[in-house]
């Protein structure tokens, strides 16, 4: 004991330095943790506080979860969840390599340059401006796309009642939204790589083509790789601002735009169904860290330097 | 960058370089020019719909309600923002909680990421692996938002007020892993040292060493944190009910259906004949535009941080 305590007090100014970060942590990070185990209780608000609150519920075991899966809805927020991430992170890694590598490709640098502060641009807008953007393009009198309908005679069509067209609008907004920031860490990797391999490509004989496919995309994989794993292991979550706002939480398109943590908060907001709610947190978070071991642990078996951790 | 480069293995044998030429052969013109128009086409895409709302703004009320959103309006009008300099009280008033937030947020934010990623980023700290896990561990499970908001409204009892729009967001694990990984590789320990030997406390190699060494990382988490502050419209959704504490992203979710909230809370005289005449769209539209402007004006100016921040981010231990 004295041991530690003496460790302790070496390390004192090291100590007084996280303490304020660590009191964050624990009060907004690991105390929502422990509260998860509302998911196994009937929770009922106790005029006592949190503690109490959390203490005084009683026990009912799974029920909340029997009571979640044995709706559609875990199925439907589970599929559109995945559904999403997995065209996201696909499309958007090809859309971001592409641009990266097309853009340092580019003959004029300053145009690169320009292109690169207009692609950047969405990525700092919040999804509420962007909704409107949306809106501009989708209303039903006003917008460009009804618009353009009129010009060619044909109907126009109520855009936020039609399921059918929401799985592009939602991947296309995505994809658009991250594309500058995405390709941002791969043109820095390319900067990155060693000159002389492309010289000694040149001096092969070999084309741009072949530069790129034998050289450039080699080379990035590691890159790929670890941000692909660390996608994978958000695959259970979802951008709330882009199911919720962009879609103007229209009821007509929840089939397609209700994700896990639109559910949740809907739970919440509406139902005030805290134990569902939190069970249906709880099973998200639960399978989004297996997801993440268990592609963490494939790719250090690939490849052990590939691993993220 | 340095880093970027070491953790990308050098995989075939490099020649000897030769001369270096400066241009190592580049693509063909077409091809250049059938890239530069593709991704041109791209770019434009991505500053087009800001371009758009801020001509929507300036449209004519009646003339928007015949010809719709029009890319040349056949009647421009300034008449949005003169309403909004007239009435625009909860505007300014959201304007100013946004501001508020944003400024004493981010001050916040710096001082915890600054001092928690310093001492998790030296060698000599014991309980650093401790302090490593505690904050990276948050980043593969979190207790999701139902506990969060019980956390929030039972114990810390911070529903309807300014703290509930600035504590949950002054801290992630991601912020501290770029900070300290900018310690790391920025800070050369010899300088530590010496300061050591010179007698300076722990403490003061922070505030008089390291702080001012590593000012560029320090702008990169202080961008990354302004926006999160200013782009917030979630903790006000879940913890704000009255309209003095409403920030600008969330007013205008509130004015998306229906703009009697700008309208009653904005002045007392505004009758409801003034209220039917009221030019609803375009002033949302040119609420929009002022919301959005700060932004797009200052971050050509900061995407530089911002780039190095990501790369920063990107990159392992």
């Given amino acids: 004991m004295p041991g530690i305590l003496k460790s302790l007090l070496k390390n004192k100014a090291f100590l007084l330095m996280v303490l304020p970060g660590a009191a964050w942590f624990i009060i907004f990070a690991y105390l929502p943790m422990f509260g998860t185990i509302i998911a196994f209780k009937d929770f009922r608000i106790h005029p006592g506080g949190f503690f109490k609150s959390v203490y005084e519920s009683d026990w009912v075991g799974f029920k909340n979860f029997e009571f979640l899966f044995s709706t559609d809805d875990a199925y439907i927020i589970t599929r559109n969840t995945i559904l999403y991430n997995v065209g996201l992170i696909a499309l958007g890694l090809v859309l971001a390599v592409t641009l990266a590598v097309v853009m340092n ?64 609008f939602l991947i296309l907004l995505g994809l658009w939204k991250s594309a500058g920031y995405g390709s941002v860490v791969y043109l820095a990797a390319i900067a990155g790589i060693d000159k002389s391999l492309y010289e000694a490509a040149m001096i092969d004989g070999a084309s741009k083509w072949q530069q790129i496919k034998s050289i450039t995309l080699p080379q990035l994989k590691p890159l790929m790789i670890i941000l692909t794993v660390l ?41 005030g169904d805290m134990g569902m709610s939190t069970a249906a947190g709880l099973y998200q978070s639960f399978v989004g860290l297996i997801l993440v071991l268990t592609a963490n642990w494939a790719v250090r078996k690939i490849e052990k330097d590939y691993a993220v951790f | ?64 309600a015949i010809d719709g959103f029009s890319i040349i309006p056949s009647k421009f009008s300034l008449e949005a923002y003169r309403f909004l300099m007239q009435s625009g009280q909860q505007m300014l008033q959201s304007f100013g909680v946004t501001v508020l937030v944003t400024v004493i947020g981010t001050i916040l934010t710096l001082y915890l990421v600054s001092t928690y990623a310093y001492a998790i980023s030296r060698k000599n700290f014991a309980q650093r692996r401790f302090f490593s896990f505690l904050a990276f561990f948050t980043m593969l499970f979190s207790g999701g938002l139902v506990p969060g908001y019980i956390v929030m409204t039972q114990f810390l009892h911070l529903r309807d007020t ?57 702008a990169t988490i202080g961008l990354f944190s302004t926006l999160g502050f200013w782009n917030d419209w ?37 009758s409801y004949d003034i209220a039917a005449t009221l030019p609803t769209e375009t002033v949302r539209m040119a609420m929009v535009v002022l919301a959005t402007l700060p932004i797009a004006l200052a971050y050509p100016f900061f995407q530089k941080y911002f780039i190095q921040g990501l790369t920063i981010g990107s990159v392992k231990e």
């Fill in chain 1, 105 to 168: 490709e580019l003959l004029n640098k300053r145009l690169a340059k320009m292109y690169q502060t207009a692609m950047f641009m969405p990525y700092f807008l919040s999804w509420v401006i962007i909704s409107y953007f949306v809106f501009s393009f989708l209303n039903v009198e006003k917008g460009v796309f009804n618009q353009i309908l009129a010009y060619f005679g044909a109907d126009p069509v109520s855009w936020y009642n039609e399921t059918k067209y929401w799985p592009y």
């Fill in chain 1, 231 to 271: 996608n994978l292991g958000g695959i259970f979550r979802s951008d709330f601002g882009l199911f919720y706002q962009v879609t103007r939480d229209s009821g007509a398109l929840y089939p397609v735009t209700n994700v896990i943590d639109t559910f949740v908060y809907r739970g919440l907001t509406i139902m």
């Fill in chain 2, 1 to 64: 960058m340095a880093d970027l480069r070491e953790s990308i293995p050098q995989g075939a044998a490099a020649m000897p370089s030769r001369r270096r030429k400066r241009d190592i052969g580049g693509i063909s013109p077409l091809w250049n020019a059938v890239f530069s128009a593709a991704i041109g086409l791209f770019a434009l895409s991505c500053v087009f719909p800001f371009l758009f709302i801020i001509i929507i703004s300036l449209t004519d009320e009646k003339a928007l």
């Fill in chain 2, 162 to 218: 300014l703290w509930a729009l600035i504590l949950p967001s002054i801290l992630n694990a991601f912020y501290i892993i770029v900070m300290r990984t900018f310690f790391a590789t920025t800070v050369p320990d010899a300088i530590i040292e010496s300061a050591k030997i010179d007698g300076a406390s722990e403490f003061g190699i922070y505030t008089r060493i390291v702080l001012p060494i590593s000012l560029p990382g320090i």
């Fill in chain 2, 234 to 270: 979630f903790n006000a959704l879940l913890y704000i009910d009255s309209p003095n504490l409403i920030p600008l992203q969330t007013l205008l979710i509130r004015i998306q259906n229906n703009m009697d909230f700008v309208v009653t809370n904005s002045s007392k005289v505004v």
